[in-house]
């Protein structure tokens, strides 16, 4: 069990992920233990419990399937994505927007490449546990300003209750999208027990954990860092800029 009091940087390369391919023209790159891949030292950092390097080529997609009491968050890299469920939603996600599928008491949906795509699709998908159950799904797609700096994407913390953010059904948790330009500091990060950075574009620097002994690292698109305490000091976005996916976590997972 991941000890949130102790500062650790624990980063995780996109080579390293479990890889299935569920359907034809379907890849998956998993940071978690997911289906008849088990690893019972990998089954969730803080509330996350899946965060996939989704790819699918041109006409694939994942037929319709069901989903119950989880939130599901969906960054789109390249190409577009189209979303369908039996509660009655439908949407087109592209770059510089952010899906929100709230599974509670169950739905059913279909994601493909959009119809007439001649190059694929590629996005990140997390799911996080809710603490509230059962409840009526709920959808929500929102187009996110550009701009260097942060960017709250989702949340359902109280003191985001009056932003644009997409309401999560976690009221500890948020989603942060992170940019900086070349050569620059990321801006003030929220702290949190539990974050976890998953890097989406550039190249980014940093060190395990403050002063001297901390050790310097860096990230390649499609890294991650699950990061507790005074860990990842000093980040720094590399030659191309950085953008990433932060998570900010203030418990673990609910049981009973």
């Known amino acids: 069990m991941t000890d949130p009091s ?4 624990d980063l995780r390369r996109t080579a390293e992920r479990y890889v299935s391919e569920p359907a034809a023209g379907v890849l998956t790159r998993h940071a978690f233990s997911f289906s008849e891949h088990y690893d019972p030292k990998n089954l969730h950092f803080g509330a996350l419990l899946a965060c996939n390097e989704e790819t699918l080529a041109p006409g694939a997609g994942f037929d319709e399937h069901r989903h119950r009491d989880t939130e599901i968050l969906t960054w789109v890299l390249d190409g577009a994505l189209a979303h369908r469920d039996t ?3 439908a949407g087109v996600v592209r770059p510089g927007m952010v899906q929100y599928l709230s599974a509670g008491s169950g739905v059913a949906h279909t994601e493909r490449n959009v119809g007439g795509a001649d190059v694929p699709v590629r996005f990140v998908q997390m799911w996080l546990q809710p ?4 409840t009526d799904p709920a959808y929500g797609l929102r187009r996110v300003p550009e701009g260097d700096g942060l960017t709250l994407l989702a949340s359902g913390m109280t003191r985001d209750a009056d932003t644009e953010a997409l309401r999560l059904r976690r009221s ?3 989603l942060w999208l992170v940019t900086a330009g070349p050569q620059q500091a990321l801006p003030e990060l929220p702290e949190a027990p539990y974050r976890y950075a998953h890097l989406t574009a550039g190249s980014l620097g940093y060190r395990t954990i403050p002063g001297p002994r901390g050790q ?3 990230l390649d698109p499609g890294d991650s860092v699950r ?3 005074e860990a990842f000091a000093a980040p720094m976005a590399g030659d191309q800029g950085a953008q990433l996916l932060l998570w900010e976590m203030h418990s673990g997972l609910t049981y009973g």
Do not use: L, Y
């Open 6 to 9: 102790r500062p650790r940087a």
């Open 87 to 89: 509660d009655g939603h």
């Open 131 to 134: 603490d509230v159950f059962g």
């Open 172 to 174: 500890d948790a948020a």
């Open 216 to 218: 310097g690292r860096s």
């Open 227 to 229: 990061i507790t305490g």
